[in-house]
């Protein structure tokens, strides 16, 4: 069992490098260099332990760890999803489930079900640890792109009330880091690389 | 004191985004492209998760997260060292300490200690916890390596007894993880991808 249970988690573990090779709208920060859904992973669960503190409610951070260190895996199958891509909805396509029943189906029985209910707790985001995860997976982009005179806002032509739309779900998980993040947003207006919509 | 910190946290974050430039010699799996230490902190991050049932020991698995997670982020001022490289100790060298001092102290002091005190477990290796990520540190370039017709072990001319001289501290981790990992060592000789040294 032991050996057998091995084999399929090696498996696993060969298989999710391809979140390596993902690539992201966002840009690393200060650069022209596009990130990698592993490196974004990782970035995550670096803020959670760093800022964990923050959150509105007491929360498992451990739970939230594993949330964001596998919340893209889908991705291998079905690609990443540009959150300010208006033809297609990012939350829990059916793409993403089957994706999620493939990769995390190599673990033994057990773990995979706990990664795929782990999985669909994040992309829920009802409960406090997702809604934590969920700040992080906005506010890391938000700090890129306010390093990178406006990133994929200026690139793409986001404007501040779609961005504020988008960002303004970080206040469920914090509301001190939404505080900041709001500021950030100003001042990223005031600097000229976010528009408003012109009436 | 919120606030305060929450700035200190955040020049955190943004400066370990330079360990996503950092380049291991290590190729991802059945791939020519380098690894970096992001990616690579994600992967052990994963496989924690995943094989912590194979610890010999019961383990604190958040704590082995955090160790996989930041152990090499001194490298974002003391650059990678490559475990067969014979002229430079890979343990905890000054240059490491004063990394670690600079970089973790961007955090609120104490963050920034507890960080200190984690990386320094992990590199000390004698909890349970450190032996752990010491085995998931040393177990993902040899499943790389296997994979990439010898990648590293081929490309510097290692031996299969010099390679086993590393790898076996893989068993104070995990001993069915050590048993995989030593008959996979012995699969790559018998492939000829490993070369045993000629007496």
Redesign the interface.
Known sequence: M??E??LK??A???E??K???IQRKTK??NSD?H??D??H???L???T???A??SNKPID??KV??MV??HDVVEIDAGDTFIYDSTKSHTNTEEELIAAKRIFGL?PIE?AEEFITIWKEFEDGTTDEAKFAKSMDRL?PL?QNA?NHGGTWAEFNVSYETVYDKKKIIKNGST??WN?AENLLNQSVDQGILKKKID
């Open positions: 032991d050996t249970n091995l988690q090696v696993f573990i060969k999710i490098d979140l390596k090779y690393l920060f260099r990130e990698n592993a490196e992973s990782w970035h669960a670096m803020m332990l760093v800022l503190e923050h951070v451990l760890l594993k260190l596998i673990l773990q890391e700090l390093s001190s880091i900041y």
